[in-house]
């Protein structure tokens, strides 16, 4: 059996009726909401993301974390708040994406939460930039029930890979691949299934056969390349690639640069999915990086009550209304035209 089917098999092991209605009455209100151009939301999100931390090692120059650059607070999620909501909404979820901004396992408990997620049925993701996979941490996240993960690679020698990653060491992350690898193989373990994200930039984009022949040399699952959001584009950036297949953005006649794709007027995930940040704040999706657009608190209420409310309610309107009106949604590129 091919690593994709094992983990596709895991997947489905997964789903229940419940979860598969759900899912099918989220679909059908995102349809009639765009054949009757009326916001309308049956069901709950079948994936949400949660962020187990706003603190990062590196300082990639794209990231708010990497950055510093956040006006909200920033720490680590709760445990017991974690559980709290988990509890209320594992029913419907089928996968759980643990990360938003920061690096997760800079979350002491973050393994703890991933288990728990797991005991609850829920197919569980992460991301990290590699850095913590220690050997500890490696069998740790096997025990954890951990299905996927994604390690950040973006670059195959230290030079290219340092140009993004700043401050970061490619040879430990290299180490730390070999650590999980290893640890799986220890125990026996069909998961996680393991991914090399090749972020795809100018100063890499000549080391993508590269990454394909690491990822196998090390016994990495799969690789997948992914086009780079940049924030100063307009006038051209550095990091936007020349390979136009793997840019987000393309150059007008005047010289100026451009999101390629046409934004059109509804988005599937504020129907699907949410964000929640690690002090509980709910935000539509994950391009809403420093939760400008709050639209609830699971501190004060409870998931049901925010996700038929009327912030989000009026917000989906407003999607309906212009996307290109939103601040947010200017620089989206991911899953717009799928659903036209």
């Not at 059109?264 to 995930?269: A, D, E, G, M, T």
């Not at 420093?290 to 996700?307: C, I, M, P, R």
Request: aromatic share 12%; net charge positive.
């Amino acid at each position: 059996m091919s690593f994709y089917a094992k983990d596709t098999k895991r997947f489905l092991t997964k789903l229940t009726p419940r979860k598969l209605f759900n899912a099918a009455q989220v679909l059908s209100s995102f349809y009639y909401t765009k054949y009757t151009r009326k916001a309308t939301q049956w069901g709950m999100p079948f994936t949400i993301s949660v962020e187990p931390t706003t603190a990062c090692n590196l300082r990639c120059p794209e990231c708010p974390s990497g950055l510093r650059a956040f006006s909200r607070p920033t720490g680590n999620l709760k445990e017991d708040f974690f559980k709290d909501t988990i509890d209320e909404m594992y029913k419907e979820l089928m996968y759980l994406i643990f990360y938003f901004q920061g690096e997760p396992y800079v979350n002491p408990k973050f393994l703890d939460m991933v288990k728990y997620a797991n005991q609850k049925g829920i197919y569980t993701i992460t991301s990290t930039n590699g850095h913590f996979l220690n050997d500890e941490n490696c069998r740790k996240t096997i025990e954890s029930g951990l299905d996927r993960i994604i390690i950040s690679v973006d670059g195959t020698t230290q030079e290219v890979y340092e140009q993004y990653r700043k401050e970061g060491n490619l040879k430990n992350v290299l180490a730390g691949a070999r650590n999980l690898v290893k640890w799986k193989e220890k125990l026996g373990a069909k998961h996680p299934h393991t991914i090399f994200q090749f972020l795809v930039v100018k100063p890499n984009e000549h080391q993508i056969p590269e990454i394909y022949k690491l990822a196998k040399e090390i016994g990495i699952d799969e690789v997948k390349l992914k086009t780079a959001q940049v924030y100063d584009y307009e006038n051209g950036n550095p990091l936007i690639p020349t390979i136009d297949k793997y840019a987000r953005y393309r150059e007008n006649e005047d010289g100026k640069f451009v999101v390629k794709n046409e934004l059109l007027n509804h988005c599937w995930k504020l129907w699907n999915s949410c964000v929640i940040t690690w002090d509980g704040v709910v935000v539509p999706c994950c391009f809403d990086k420093d939760a400008t657009f709050k639209l609830g608190d699971l501190k004060k209420q409870s998931f049901k009550e925010l996700w038929q409310g009327e912030a989000y309610q009026n917000f989906r309107s407003d999607i309906l209304l212009g996307r290109d009106q939103i601040e947010i949604c200017t620089n989206c590129t991911e899953g717009c035209k799928v659903w036209a």
